[in-house]
C-alpha cells in the first residue's frame, strides 16, 4: 500500500545532479534532476509528452530538461515550454510535477496532493548533522515487498540468528548457556509506534564488540521508532562499566513495486568518530555486506515462498510485539489514508 500525503525517500542527494536519472518510486516511474541555475530538485513523470521518450535519457538546459528525441523543453514544473519549430504552445502540453525537497542528506518525494505538502512530516534525524557523530549513507535495491523489508527491520530478534556471527548477539538460543530473556515492549503515541528491546549481561558477536569496544558482556538496547509511510528509527546502545557506544539506525523503505523497494540506511555513530575502528568505509564495508548478505537475501527468499507458496498468513511470536504494533497501525491508517496502489 501507498500512503497518500506522505514523503517518501526516493534517493540520497549525492545521487541526484544536474545529469539526468531515472527512478520508479512507488510504482511512478520519474526523472530525477537538478536545475543548472538554481540547484533546486525536479522531479517529473519519465516521458515526454510528444511521443513519450523517456526524460532521463534527456540534458538539462537552465533549470529546464530537453527531450534527447525532438527537442521539447519541460519546465520543473512539467509544462512545455518549448518546440522546436513552433511559435507557441498549448498549456495541455506538460508531465505531472511532484514536489522534492533535500532534507537531512536525502530526497524526499511528496506522493499525494500538491496543496497538501507538509515538510513537518519528513522524519527528524538531526543526528546526521551533528559533528560529534558520523553518518554513513548507503542505499540497497531489495527484489520483495518494502513492507517485508520493514518487518525485518521492526523485527530485531532475527539478530541473534541471523547475526549470530557478525552484528548480533547470543540470546534466546535453546539448550545452550546463552539463554538471556529480551524484555520487550511496544506501544503507540501521536500516530507513531515505539518499541523497546532490552538485553542484560548478553555477550556480543565478534563485530559488535569491536564496535562496543569490550569484550565483556553488556547491556544491549534497542530504542525503535516507527512513523508513516515506513520510517524506522533504531537507536542501538551497548554499555557495559568499561564503555558505552550509541548507533541510530534510520531505515527507509520506498516501495518502487509491489514486489521490489528501494532501501535506504543512515548509520550514525557517536564513537570513532575523528580516529579508530570503525572508520566511514569499515562501516559501508560491514553493513553493505552483513545487510546485503544475510538480511537482503532473507527477505527476497520470504518474497519467492510468499508468491510459491499463495501468501501465507504469518503466525507473531512473542518476539513480535513492535511489528504487530506497526501492522495494526498501518490498517489504520489504510481506512484515515485512502491508501493509493503502488501500481
Ligand atoms: S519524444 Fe520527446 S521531443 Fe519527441
Ligand atoms: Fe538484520
Redesign the pocket.
Known sequence: MIHANRWYAAATAAEISTQPTEHVICGRPLVLYRAASSGKLVALENR?P????PLSMGTVVGDDIM?I????VMNGAGQCVHVPHQDSVAPSVRVDAYPAVQKWGLVWLWIGDADKVDETLIPDMPWTEDANQSSVFIRFHVGANYQLMADNLLDVSHSDFLHASTFGSHAGRKAETEHVKAELDAWSEDGAVYGLRTLRDVVLSPMAAAWAGTDKPVTRTHKTCWTPPNNINIELIMENDENKVTIHHDHLMTPENETSCHYFLIWTRDFSVHSGYPTDEDVRREQSTVIGTEDISMVEAQQRNKIQFGDPADIPGAADKIVVAVHKRIAELQNEDQGLSAT
Not at 69 to 72: A, D, F, N, P, T
Open positions: 515526454c510528444h511521443r513519450q521518450a527531450c528525441y525532438h527537442g521539447w
